[in-house]
């Protein structure tokens, strides 16, 4: 059974930093993705990383800012945002289980974590 479970997430001042975790059992996988949720928003895609980490993809409203990186050895998933800004709130998923097409789409993912909240106060 498939598990991703995702951690890091807090409360931090505009300009500060956050790392996420997300930690997939189970098996392992290629391509694997973080996608967040504001209130009232639909699910948008953030970031997504190929097994080797060698290619790396970045919505264009964190580029710069935020870096996805893996450790296949520990089977997990990491996030670094730097520079946090107020629009970045929100709760911050990690998926796996890539279809193979369009790794920015929400639907090309099988598997997803249960969410970590990720507020940004000005």
């Known amino acids: 059974q498939v598990q991703l479970v995702e951690s890091g997430g807090g409360l931090v001042q505009a300009g500060g930093s956050l790392r996420l975790s997300c930690a997939a059992s189970?098996?392992?996988?290629?391509?694997m993705g973080w996608f967040r949720q504001a209130p009232g928003k639909e699910r948008e895609f953030v970031a997504a990383i190929s097994w080797s980490g060698e290619r790396t993809y970045y919505q264009d409203s964190v580029k710069g800012r935020f870096t996805i990186s893996r450790d296949n050895a520990k089977n997990t998933v990491y996030l670094q945002m730097n520079i946090l800004k107020p629009e970045d709130t929100a709760v911050y998923y990690c998926?796996?289980?890539?279809?193979?097409?369009?790794?920015?789409?929400?639907?090309?993912?099988?598997?997803w974590g249960q969410g970590t909240q990720v507020t940004v106060s000005s």
């Open positions: 998926a796996s289980g890539w279809r193979g097409s369009g790794n920015y789409d929400s639907s090309q993912y099988r598997y």
């Open positions: 189970g098996r392992t996988f290629s391509v």
